[in-house]
C-alpha cells in the first residue's frame, strides 16, 4: 500500500495511527511518500516572477522560494519503527543544486502546477524516479547481499 498527505505535523499521529492499524489487519507492505517540495507563491509565479526580474527562463534547478525540507526526518522516525518505508519526494526531487522546477526546455515543462501539486511532467519524473523502490523488496530485504 501506498499512502501520501498533508505533511503537517498536527497529522503525524493520525498518520501513524493508520500505518500502524493497517500494518496490524492486513500485514500488508506500506509505503509512505513524503511530501513534496512546497513553493511559496506557487511554482508557476516564480517561474513568472524568474522571467520578470532577469528576461530567462528559470533555472531548472532553484533554493530560491521553496520550502525546506523538515517533515521528512519527523516523519521517518515516526513510521519507519511502526513499519512503514519511507520515501522521500524531497530526495527525488531535489539535490545540491536546488529542486526541480521544470523537465525540458521550456516554461510549459515545469514540474509543479501550484505550491505542491505535480504537473504531470513532474509525476512522471516521480515515479520514474522512485519505481525501483516502489517495485522492489520492501527495505528491510533489501539489504540482503544480491
Not at 3 to 22: C, E, K, R
Not at 26 to 31: V, Y
Not at 66 to 86: F, Q
Request: glycine letters at 6%; charged letters at 20%; one cysteine or more.
Amino acid at each position: 500500500m501506498l499512502l501520501h498527505g498533508p505533511s503537517d505535523s498536527q497529522y503525524l499521529d493520525s498518520v501513524a495511527a493508520t500505518v500502524l492499524a493497517l500494518k496490524q489487519q492486513t500485514h500488508a507492505r506500506i509505503m509512505v511518500l513524503g511530501p513534496v517540495p512546497t513553493w511559496r507563491r506557487g511554482l508557476p509565479n516564480e517561474v513568472l516572477r524568474y522571467f520578470m526580474l532577469y528576461h530567462r527562463l528559470i533555472p531548472e534547478r532553484s533554493n530560491d522560494a521553496v520550502s525546506t525540507n523538515w517533515p521528512d526526518a519527523t516523519l521517518r522516525a515516526k513510521l519507519v519503527p511502526l513499519g512503514a518505508e519511507y520515501i522521500s519526494v524531497w530526495d527525488a526531487l531535489c539535490n545540491a543544486d536546488g529542486c526541480l522546477t521544470r523537465i525540458g526546455d521550456s516554461a510549459k515543462d515545469i514540474s509543479a502546477s501550484d505550491q505542491v501539486h505535480l504537473t504531470e511532467k513532474g509525476s512522471e519524473f516521480l515515479v520514474d524516479a522512485i519505481m525501483d523502490r516502489l517495485l522492489g523488496e520492501p527495505a528491510a530485504a533489501s539489504s540482503k547481499p544480491r
